[in-house]
């Protein structure tokens, strides 16, 4: 059924619409540069206009000299946040992939408890789970004579880990229901176990699906290894915080936070603009 | 010699049909199978004996059971009543999947809609049950495969991906695939009906070549011309019941009951 | 309601669960607040973002480029940036630049709490909105321009009416993000329900019990939330249309 995307003006009460269709204007690859571009300029001029005003005072440094400066320590804290959110991802996927495989067990404990660990998991606030893993998980871990330490920055990671964890493993059931019954009933006339079509025909299967809404997931827990810094965790935003008071003066907060929003835009929009791209492409086929 | 068997006819109606084969070890055997969806009931009360090597091609107006009935014999849809034996299975006493799977492993059936793997190739399609359930050598099991493919005349599209392929194509591979598993029993679930007319006789020849090898087939079919042509028994069903049963010739040529004859003329 | 406490003062004395929440009137009180200021961030920011939501998606089909792309920056800005970042921004970067009356700042940090989390969430509500609007089958639109309806007709009559049945789902997902993003206001000492209870167990030592008290208060929270959205998915269900 061909849906009003096309013509958005027709919608609207105004007579506001353009000529241009929506779907085309947004997807086509010149305009996303274009958006990129823009965005990046729009940053980048709140920036400047937090320099311009500090050339006129003309201290020891310019601002721009300060943000130059504290680059390396920063890019060494983001760089941190990077291995926060791809270790808490790997682990949310694993764990997550089997709660999702449980969230279709033909048992229905096993069924009853995934469920409730998912509903659990996916309602909680995030910054609660990580007070939660922090307060409670031991720093230490002892085992058949081994001490396992488990420093704040690895029970953070866990404690990201846990929605991740909730939130794909639903991915996972409403990719696998989403696979015909069909796949089902030819896999099992020809005796294969559940394990085996579970692993082999259904999951490949849903690999393609699954991708577009995990990078999603993935660009939101960069965003929230944020968190990590409320509960004392060292990444970039404490850095951040350890800068504007070693620097004391008020005309960096403006440009150091911009300058911070933009690595993580950097970072972040290309994923989403991927996201996008790769669910247009599996939705044609 | 002629018998009567009587107990083999059950339901509402009884009555009699005489046929003129009877072997003393029948490889299929389903007695009184009943089977409803809720409140809709589709087998009422459904017996049947086939023995080994036989073709039989089960007939009837669409909703009669047909297809049903099939699904019961290898397991896919449980039955609320009755008894199926294939061989030296009792289809009625397995509770779950699990304790079918030596059940399918003598019984291959083949779908309308063909339902092969899409993310494989055509070979590793054939391949795959062999190698994963009967744990054959995969280098055994590529040179069967491949002798299957040469059979159903398809070698040249041994890498293709099923969304490659025509109708007609992909249902040729699903026959080799089940045929891969070597099972002695084949069904076949009205495997022509989401054809057009000229693939659909490249299927046919297909089955009609294994029937000839004296490979033991069901086949739900509309076909009334080829399952004339190839089956040693015709049995015509009806709202869950079987109606009448015989040769291909007492039912084409002369059907005793009133349905039959009704049903004959439309499609014929 | 004596006997309710003294329950959970046994509770403590006997097993050494302490929920002072229950029994002390003045944990009690706190705890009581920050859940208030939980629903009245929650309520803010919902209003503030349904509004902005809708004059963005106006403005998104501005027949001005600039406007288009502008507002489009706008809302993939706060759509891929850290809300943390975000609120700091305003509170810390922004906020000290605003005028004082009286040396107290117009907005304190409940005010920019408010601000940064009703942008964020603007942001995501223009893409819902956009894309239930979207997702109206234009075979409507065209029955109702044939039938001799004006633009702003079409729009109050068919499209708006369907568009909001189908992002009833959409839309349940974004309040309950939003219900859980009102904890960021921690970092900036909105004295929210996180932020109160933190105050509780630094001095009653009772982390592990508060953990319990605050996850269930949440998850009864979007409970009620979820319930509300259903319940109005189902009396505005139209036989037909949708799953």
Known sequence: MKTAGDKMDVMLPLSIGTKQAWSKDRYSAGSQVTFKVGICLLALLVTSIAFAQVQARDLNE?????????????????????????????IGTVAGLFLGFARISLMAPVRGTSWIMVQFFRNSPWLVLLFLVMFLMPFEFHFAGYTIPFPDWIKATLGLALPIMANFAEIVRGAVQSISTTQ???????????????????????????????????????????????????????????????????ELLIPIYSYILLWFFIYCYPIALITKRLELRFAER | MIFFEPFLLTGKRSEYVMTTT??????IQINDVHKAFGSVGVLHGVSMMINAGEAVCIIGPSGSGKSTLLRCINGLTPIDKGEIFVGPHAVHLMPSDKEMIPLRKDVSIVFQQYNLFPHKTTLENIMMAPVHVLGQSKDEVEMRARELLKKVRLTDKEKSYPGELSGGQQQRVAIARALAMQPQVMLFDEVTAALDPETRKEVLLTIRQLVEEG??????????????????????????????????????DDPQKKRTREFLEQVL | MHYFENWFKWLYQTHGIKLSIFYDS??????????????????????????????????????????????????????????????????????????????????????????????????????????????VPKAMTEAAKSLGYTRLQIFRLIVLPLAVRITIPAMTNNVVNLVKATTLAYAIAVPELLYMSSQIWSEQTNVTEMMIAILITYLIIISFVTLAMHLLEKRLRVPGFGQ
């Not at chain 1, 504290?70 to 991802?89: D, E, H, Q, R, Y």
């Not at chain 2, 009877?22 to 490889?27: A, D, F, I, V």
Request: with cysteine; charged share 15%.
């Open chain 3, 26 to 135: 003045y944990d009690r009180t706190r705890f009581f607040k920050g859940l208030v200021t939980t629903l009245e961030l929650s309520a803010y920011c919902l209003v503030l973002s349904l509004i902005l939501g809708a004059l963005i998606v106006l403005l998104l089909g501005s027949r001005s480029i600039i406007v288009k792309r502008c507002t489009n920056g706008f809302v993939q800005f706060f759509r891929n940036t850290p809300p943390l970042v975000q609120l700091y921004f305003f509170y810390f970067a922004i906020g000290p630049l605003l005028p004082k009356i009286d040396g107290t700042p117009i907005l304190g940090s409940m005010g920019w709490a408010v601000v940064s989390l009703s942008l964020l969430e603007a942001a995501f509500v223009a893409e819902i909105f956009r894309a239930g609007i979207e997702a």
């Open chain 1, 62 to 90: 310019s601002v721009l000299d300060i943000l130059i400066k504290w680059t390396p320590l920063m890019a060494k804290g983001f760089s941190f946040n990077l291995l926060i959110s791809a270790l808490a991802m790997l």
């Open chain 2, 215 to 252: 490979l033991t087939s069901i086949l739900v079919t509309h076909e009334m011309a080829f399952a004339r042509e190839i089956s040693d028994k015709v049995y015509f069903t009806e709202h869950g019941l079987i109606v009448e049963y015989g040769s291909p010739q007492q039912i084409f």
């Open chain 1, 184 to 250: 089902w009933e030819a896999a099992r006339s020809l005796a294969f176990t559940r394990r085996q079509i579970l692993w082999q025909i259904i999951l490949p299967q849903c690999v393609k699906r699954m991708l577009p809404p995990w990078m999603n997931w993935y660009a939101i827990l960069t965003m929230a290894t944020t968190l990590a810094s409320i509960v004392g965790v060292s990444e970039v935003m404490t850095v951040v915080g350890r800068i504007i008071a070693a620097e004391g003066r008020t």
């Open chain 2, 22 to 27: 009877h072997s003393l070890n029948p490889l």
